[in-house]
T-cell receptor, first 110, second 116 residues
C-alpha cells in the first residue's frame, strides 16, 4: 500500500530563517511526487512535480528535491507570505489517484 | 494556465435538501476529475474519481447514492449532495487532470457546505 508521511507536523520560522520540510514515501512504481501549497479556506496550489531520484525543481524561495525514499522542500529566506500548509502527494504505478501526506503547517513570523 | 473553478464558493442549506456543486476546468480539457473532502486541520480525503462520459468510481465508505457525481463534458463535473444532513457539512474540493499531459492535478478553490 502506498504511504506518505510528512515532518514536521508544524514549523515556526523567523523571517529569513531557512529550513526544510520532509516528505517520506513508499510507493509501487513512482510516477510522480507532487508538492502543493494550501492556504486556509482555499484549494491546494500546485508547486512542483518530481519524477525521478536526483531531480530538483526551483521556484522563487522554494526548492524541491527527490531521492528514492523521500523528498525535501527547502525554503530559503522565507517571508511571512510563505506561511501555509505544504502538502506532498505521490502517484504510484497502479490506478490514477494521489496519496496525500498529512501536510506541514508553516508559519513565518515577521 | 490550468485554472479550475468551483461554484458556489460557499452554501448553506437545510437538512434534507440537495445541493449541487460545479467544477469547471477553464483553460484545458480534463479527462479525469476528482472530488475531495477536507475536515479542519486534516489532509484531503478522496471521495471519487470521474472520467468524462463514464460512471464515477467511489472510494470505499463513500455513499454513491448520497454523493452523485456527473462528468458530462471535458470541462465540467458536478457533485450533488442529496438529502444533506449536518454531518455532511465540510469543505469540498475538486481537481482536474489535463488529458495526456502528466499526472498533475489542478485544484479548484473549494466549496464550504454548511447544513443546518
Amino acid at each position: 500500500e502506498d504511504q506518505v508521511t510528512q515532518s514536521p507536523e508544524a514549523l515556526r520560522l523567523q523571517e529569513g530563517e531557512s529550513s526544510s520540510l520532509n516528505c517520506s514515501y513508499t510507493v509501487s512504481g513512482l510516477r510522480g511526487l507532487f508538492w502543493y501549497r494550501q492556504d486556509p479556506g482555499k484549494g491546494p496550489e500546485f508547486l512542483f512535480t518530481l519524477y525521478s531520484a536526483g531531480e530538483e525543481k526551483e521556484k522563487e524561495r522554494l526548492k524541491a528535491t527527490l531521492t528514492k525514499k523521500e523528498s525535501f522542500l527547502h525554503i530559503t529566506a522565507p517571508k511571512p507570505e510563505d506561511s501555509a500548509t505544504y502538502l506532498c502527494a505521490v502517484h504510484g504505478g497502479y490506478g490514477q489517484n494521489f496519496v496525500f501526506g498529512p501536510g506541514t503547517r508553516l508559519s513565518v513570523l515577521p | 494556465g490550468a485554472v479550475v473553478s468551483q461554484h458556489p464558493s460557499w452554501v448553506i442549506c437545510k437538512s434534507g435538501t440537495s445541493v449541487k456543486i460545479e467544477c469547471r476546468s477553464l483553460d484545458f480539457q480534463a479527462t479525469t476529475m476528482f472530488w475531495y473532502r477536507q475536515f479542519p486541520k486534516q489532509s484531503l480525503m478522496l471521495m471519487a474519481t470521474s472520467n468524462e462520459g463514464s460512471k464515477a468510481t467511489y472510494e470505499q465508505g463513500v455513499e454513491k447514492d448520497k454523493f452523485l457525481i456527473n462528468h458530462a463534458s471535458l470541462t465540467l463535473s458536478t457533485l450533488t449532495v442529496t438529502s444533506a444532513h449536518p454531518e455532511d457539512s465540510s469543505f469540498y474540493i475538486c481537481s482536474a487532470r489535463h488529458g495526456g499531459q502528466g499526472y498533475e492535478q489542478y485544484f479548484g478553490p473549494g466549496t464550504r457546505l454548511t447544513v443546518t
